[in-house]
Protein backbone atom coordinates (compact mmCIF):
# COMPACT_ATOMS: atom_id res chain seq x y z
CA UNK A 1 0.00 0.00 0.00
CA UNK A 2 1.01 3.48 -0.74
CA UNK A 3 -0.28 6.49 1.47
CA UNK A 4 0.55 10.25 0.61
CA UNK A 5 -0.18 12.43 3.73
CA UNK A 6 -0.76 16.15 3.23
CA UNK A 7 -0.14 18.83 6.12
CA UNK A 8 -1.16 22.42 5.98
CA UNK A 9 -3.48 24.43 4.49
CA UNK A 10 -5.87 26.73 6.07
CA UNK A 11 -7.39 30.23 5.57
CA UNK A 12 -4.94 33.12 5.19
CA UNK A 13 -5.84 37.31 3.98
CA UNK A 14 -4.22 38.43 0.61
CA UNK A 15 -1.03 38.72 0.37
CA UNK A 16 -0.19 36.21 3.26
CA UNK A 17 1.79 33.17 3.12
CA UNK A 18 0.94 29.42 3.57
CA UNK A 19 3.52 25.86 3.62
CA UNK A 20 2.14 22.60 2.14
CA UNK A 21 3.82 19.56 3.07
CA UNK A 22 3.64 15.83 2.10
CA UNK A 23 4.83 12.56 2.72
CA UNK A 24 4.94 9.17 0.42
CA UNK A 25 4.70 6.17 2.39
CA UNK A 26 4.75 2.77 2.35
CA UNK A 27 5.52 -0.11 0.02
CA UNK A 28 8.03 2.05 -2.37
CA UNK A 29 10.47 1.42 -5.02
CA UNK A 30 10.35 4.24 -6.30
CA UNK A 31 9.37 8.01 -6.74
CA UNK A 32 10.03 9.44 -10.20
CA UNK A 33 8.56 12.67 -9.07
CA UNK A 34 6.07 14.38 -6.29
CA UNK A 35 3.75 17.50 -7.06
CA UNK A 36 1.03 19.64 -6.54
CA UNK A 37 -2.62 20.21 -8.00
CA UNK A 38 -5.07 22.19 -7.13
CA UNK A 39 -8.79 21.89 -8.33
CA UNK A 40 -11.72 24.72 -7.56
CA UNK A 41 -15.23 23.58 -7.88
CA UNK A 42 -16.79 23.59 -11.20
CA UNK A 43 -13.29 23.55 -12.80
CA UNK A 44 -10.89 20.45 -13.68
CA UNK A 45 -8.02 19.90 -11.63
CA UNK A 46 -4.70 21.77 -12.73
CA UNK A 47 -1.08 21.07 -12.24
CA UNK A 48 0.18 24.06 -10.11
CA UNK A 49 3.83 23.00 -9.17
CA UNK A 50 5.94 19.30 -9.67
CA UNK A 51 9.37 17.98 -8.99
CA UNK A 52 11.22 15.03 -10.19
CA UNK A 53 13.96 12.99 -8.63
CA UNK A 54 16.98 14.76 -10.48
CA UNK A 55 15.58 18.03 -9.17
CA UNK A 56 13.81 19.50 -12.35
CA UNK A 57 10.91 21.68 -11.38
CA UNK A 58 7.87 22.64 -13.28
CA UNK A 59 5.64 25.30 -12.56
CA UNK A 60 2.47 27.08 -13.40
CA UNK A 61 2.43 30.04 -15.08
CA UNK A 62 0.11 31.54 -12.48
CA UNK A 63 2.10 31.06 -9.66
CA UNK A 64 5.75 31.50 -10.74
CA UNK A 65 7.70 34.08 -8.89
CA UNK A 66 4.97 33.10 -5.73
CA UNK A 67 4.91 29.58 -4.89
CA UNK A 68 8.03 27.13 -4.41
CA UNK A 69 8.45 23.47 -4.83
CA UNK A 70 10.75 21.46 -3.33
CA UNK A 71 11.89 17.98 -2.43
CA UNK A 72 13.34 15.91 0.30
CA UNK A 73 14.40 12.15 -2.11
CA UNK A 74 15.80 10.58 1.31
CA UNK A 75 12.46 11.41 2.97
CA UNK A 76 10.09 11.33 -0.03
CA UNK A 77 8.52 14.53 0.92
CA UNK A 78 7.33 17.47 -0.82
CA UNK A 79 6.62 20.88 0.14
CA UNK A 80 5.22 24.05 -1.39
CA UNK A 81 5.82 27.41 0.31
CA UNK A 82 3.23 29.28 -0.97
CA UNK A 83 3.95 33.67 -0.81
CA UNK A 84 1.63 36.36 -2.24
CA UNK A 85 -1.18 34.54 -2.10
CA UNK A 86 -4.43 35.70 -3.91
CA UNK A 87 -8.20 34.85 -3.52
CA UNK A 88 -7.95 33.25 -7.02
CA UNK A 89 -5.62 30.29 -5.13
CA UNK A 90 -8.36 29.47 -3.30
CA UNK A 91 -8.69 25.65 -3.90
CA UNK A 92 -7.95 22.30 -2.65
CA UNK A 93 -4.48 21.36 -3.01
CA UNK A 94 -3.47 17.97 -3.94
CA UNK A 95 -0.33 16.27 -3.43
CA UNK A 96 0.48 13.82 -6.25
CA UNK A 97 3.14 11.22 -6.40
CA UNK A 98 4.74 8.91 -9.39
CA UNK A 99 5.44 5.86 -8.01
CA UNK A 100 6.70 2.46 -8.71
CA UNK A 101 5.95 -0.31 -6.35
CA UNK A 102 8.12 -3.44 -6.06
CA UNK A 103 5.36 -5.58 -7.67
CA UNK A 104 5.09 -3.15 -10.44
CA UNK A 105 6.80 -2.33 -13.96
CA UNK A 106 6.01 1.26 -14.06
CA UNK A 107 5.17 4.51 -12.31
CA UNK A 108 1.53 5.12 -11.36
CA UNK A 109 0.09 8.23 -10.15
CA UNK A 110 -1.02 8.46 -6.44
CA UNK A 111 -2.97 10.99 -4.70
CA UNK A 112 -2.81 12.56 -1.21
CA UNK A 113 -6.96 13.51 0.35
CA UNK A 114 -6.68 16.64 -0.65
CA UNK A 115 -6.28 20.17 1.90
CA UNK A 116 -8.17 23.23 1.67
CA UNK A 117 -6.42 25.88 0.80
CA UNK A 118 -8.38 29.63 1.64
CA UNK A 119 -7.16 33.23 0.94
CA UNK A 120 -9.73 36.04 1.53
CA UNK A 121 -9.99 39.14 4.11
Known amino acids: QVQLVESGGGLVQPGGSLRLDCEASGFIFSIASMGWYRRTPGKQRELVATITRGGVIDLADSVKGRFTISGDNAKNTVSLQMDSLKPEDTAVYYC???????????????WGRGTQVTVSS
Open 96 to 110: NARIRTPTSVLHSDY
